[in-house]
């Protein structure tokens, strides 16, 4: 008989109550990862959100139970199940990006981010899909799509995409596979799907988390972060991986900022707090989306903050898409050298080659980002790609700093459309659901960027908006019909 999906009151608690939980006897974290893994039973064929099953994850929270009961360990994440995406390395476990060409490619340790995930007690339950290397195989590939991992779908509307390319670590979250994933972005690729599934994700300052151990695109832009159910949430998971790493340079300074999320969240920062609010809408904007944001600012001016009237200057030259392309292939050829043995295919040439001669199964797609990053010859363009790297970080920089002026504190924005500005900067952003269409009831969300290193005042403000604006439901409420394969009869 097929398991059936039942809601519960686990869906509408934030990570404390789930430890107030542990800690009160009301669950085990056994308990609770056994919930998860029939949830992926249950859902998982049909949203393809989950990739790969970690079989240690019940002997882990059996261990999460003793030292509870032995006083040994406590903490927000501890024996909480967890689903980080499949670009990142889990020891034993493949790291595939979701390409037929990596299917085999199993790290012998784990990143860093997962070292202080299992070092907070937190229980890795899964590895989510993603749209193919973090897409960046082809321009024309659907977000949440992989040869491996076949089709991530939304739960809020399945005709709709799930956004990416962080997919299936959000439908994950949404259905409640987990309380919370850690995605990756290069640009957009938590902040988008997080909107589309009406959640909270937040890209983190460059360098905040480590990116060793990370399937990569660009050093310079690439990041893992959270995506939770609520800010809280999203503001625990992201103290518990960040940090300095010695094996990445970036995070060097990155304690003072990571201390901060050690510390309990401002619940009334908005009060008082100066805000930068982009109100010109573009192409995309709907009737929808602005009511929604407009509802939201009135709710920020009613918790205390002051809201100014900002426009967004357009940037110079946007070269962003050649940083990527230079960067993508040397560092790729790293991270699959310092996989050793354990490495299918040793270079972004060789991955490109196996999938061409795999094309029927491997490129439903095409590869145009692999052949483009492939067709360049780093020595020659070194100078030409130093010039580019070094007029986004000029442009989009003062694109940001003129925007905020001299006293305002944060950027408001109409959603992940602006997500860029953030990404290639290396500053935080934080997405967080801001209402829901009232034609389609799909998912609309409001977004917060600030300047680097700021990461825990930045998750205080999307606090306030929150508590201030409560309006995030569950899929199965917004998209009953979808749900109803799922029931008893």
């Keep these: 008989m097929p398991l059936v999906f039942e809601p519960d009151e686990l869906d509408e608690l934030a990570l404390p109550g789930w430890s107030e939980g542990l800690a009160a006897g009301r669950w085990t974290s056994r308990a609770l990862v056994e919930r998860s893994l029939e949830r ?12 790969w099953v970690l079989a240690d994850c019940r002997e882990r929270a059996d261990a999460s139970d003793e030292a509870r009961r032995s006083g040994a360990r406590s903490g927000p994440l501890e024996g909480i199940p967890v689903v980080v995406k499949d670009n990142i390395d889990v020891a034993g476990v493949p790291t595939t990006g979701g390409a037929l060409a990596l299917e085999h490619s199993v790290p012998g340790r784990d990143a860093p981010l997962v070292e202080r995930l299992r070092g907070a007690g937190a229980v890795i339950v899964a590895k989510a899909n993603l749209t193919e290397m973090a897409n960046f195989l082809t321009d024309r590939m659907p977000s949440g799509y992989s040869s491996l991992g076949g089709q991530v779908l939304n739960p809020y509307d399945t005709s709709v995409t799930p956004g990416g390319s962080s997919s299936g670590s959000a439908t994950a979250v949404a259905l409640g596979l987990a309380p919370v994933a850690v995605g990756t972005e ?3 690729s938590i902040i988008n799907p997080s909107e589309h599934q009406s959640l909270v994700g937040m890209k983190p300052t460059l360098g905040l988390v480590s990116r060793t151990g990370i399937l990569p695109i660009a050093p310079s832009q690439d990041t893992a972060g959270p995506i939770a159910r609520s800010v809280l949430d999203a503001a625990l998971l992201l103290g ?6 010695a094996r990445d340079p970036a995070t060097a300074g990155s304690g003072p900022a990571a201390s901060q999320l050690a510390v309990p969240l401002d619940d009334s ?5 100066r805000l930068a609010v982009v109100r010109s809408f573009g192409e995309g904007y709907s009737e929808a989306r602005q009511a929604c944001y407009a509802a939201a600012l009135e709710a920020l001016a009613s918790a205390g903050a002051e809201l100014t009237d900002v426009r967004l200057p357009k940037t110079a030259e946007d070269d962003e898409l050649a940083v990527l392309h230079h960067e993508f292939a040397p560092a790729l050829d790293a991270y699959l050298a310092a996989l050793g043995d354990r490495a299918p295919v040793r270079s972004l040439a060789q991955l490109r080659d196996w999938n061409a001669a795999h094309a029927e199964a491997a490129l439903k797609f095409g590869q145009s980002h692999v052949d483009a990053a492939l067709a360049i010859d780093h020595d020659a363009a070194r100078i030409e790609y130093l010039e580019a790297r070094q007029r986004d970080l000029l442009n989009v920089g003062a694109v940001l700093e003129e925007a905020l002026g001299e006293h305002c504190e944060a950027l408001v924005l109409p959603g992940w459309h602006h997500c860029g500005l953030a990404a290639q900067s290396g500053w935080p952003s934080i997405v967080v659901p801001a209402g829901y269409s009232e034609r389609t009831r799909r998912p609309i969300g409001l977004m917060l960027v600030a300047r680097p290193w700021t990461d825990a005042r930045l998750a205080s403000l999307a606090l306030g908006l929150e508590r201030a604006r409560p309006v995030r439901r569950p899929p199965w409420e917004i998209n009953p019909a979808e749900f109803r394969r799922f029931a008893a009869h």
């Design 269 to 273: 920062a908005l009060g008082g707090a």
């Design 40 to 51: 992926i039973e249950a859902l998982n064929g049909h949203f393809g959100a989950v990739r």
């Design 240 to 245: 518990a991986i960040a940090g300095p790493d």
């Design 186 to 188: 290069t640009d957009g």
